[in-house]
């Protein structure tokens, strides 16, 4: 980098882009152009306080809001997402991760000094799972509007399952790191629980059993949906006698409902837990797994299985 110069560096894999945002920034006073091709390069060796970071919304090497999380965490350098020009829902998301913004592709010379030009300001925080008493069933839209002061319904219809209106498996892999590195933090138990179905049942079906897990979780437990017949669960200050009994809730609420799948079985939830603090988990990746195995042993028996 050149004294007293800031640079633009773009995080892509794209030779097109990066060349156009090079020919853009050329004429820019006080910056140069870097070209990145892994977020992980700015993890690692984080740039100056001043730099800006373009991050390209079509990166195969990370999902670019995953990538934004990380970098908005190590940086003092205002970072934006490049996305299409129609894409709606971005900026809502963008701010979520913590980017100053977005900027539609392709990106001239303008864009780049409106957005040089911009007033540097503090990312914003990562949201704080809420306390409370009263049960709030659409909590979702709660944790949205808690962010933005209104519910933004395009960010809603991205981080949420359109069937059974808890989080989807984005949002889910975004807080299990943030939930995993929380509990390391301030040395506090977590646990993750997986618990689903071998069956296919009616939306309606499923909605009961969303409103279920609702009734028996607290306003601070992360709920999703994993894929089609499973769920993904984080329980915060939780060790594993705590997930077992809300486990068990929630197997007993589905049976006194009688809920049954399409042919009419009864539904059968297996359910399979894994906490820490524990010898064995020692990064992210650990707790999921050893919920995911235990959630398939359980399956052979419909039960709850507890990893050891």
Known sequence: MGDGLRTVRLV?????????????????????????RQHQELVTRPPVAGDVILLDARMTSANVYEACRQLVGKTRCRTYIVV??????????AHFCGATGTVARPVSAADLRKLLGATDRAAPALPQ???????????????????????????????????????????????LDEEFKRAQRFGMPLSCVM?????????????????IFLSASRDT??????DVSSFL?????TGPDGAQIMAKRVQDAARQQGLRDLVGDPLSIAVGISSMPHPKITKREDLFSRARAAFVEAQKTGGVVTSA
């Open 12 to 36: 892509s894999g794209d030779e097109s882009l990066a060349s156009a945002i090079k020919a853009a920034s050329s004429g820019l006073a006080g910056f140069e152009f870097a070209w990145v």
């Open 84 to 93: 299409e020009k129609d894409n709606r829902v971005a900026e809502g998301i």
């Open 129 to 175: 799972a809420g306390r409370g008493s009263e049960k709030d069933k659409h909590f979702p839209d709660a944790l949205l509007r808690d962010l933005s002061g209104s519910v933004d319904q395009h960010v809603v219809n991205v981080l949420v399952d359109p069937e059974t209106q808890l989080f989807n498996f984005a949002f889910l892999n975004y807080k």
């Open 195 to 211: 618990l689903g179905f071998e069956a296919e049942c009616s939306e309606s079906v499923l909605r009961e059993l969303a409103g």
């Open 221 to 226: 437990d992360v709920l999703g949906r994993f």
């Open 233 to 237: 669960f984080f329980l915060p200050s």
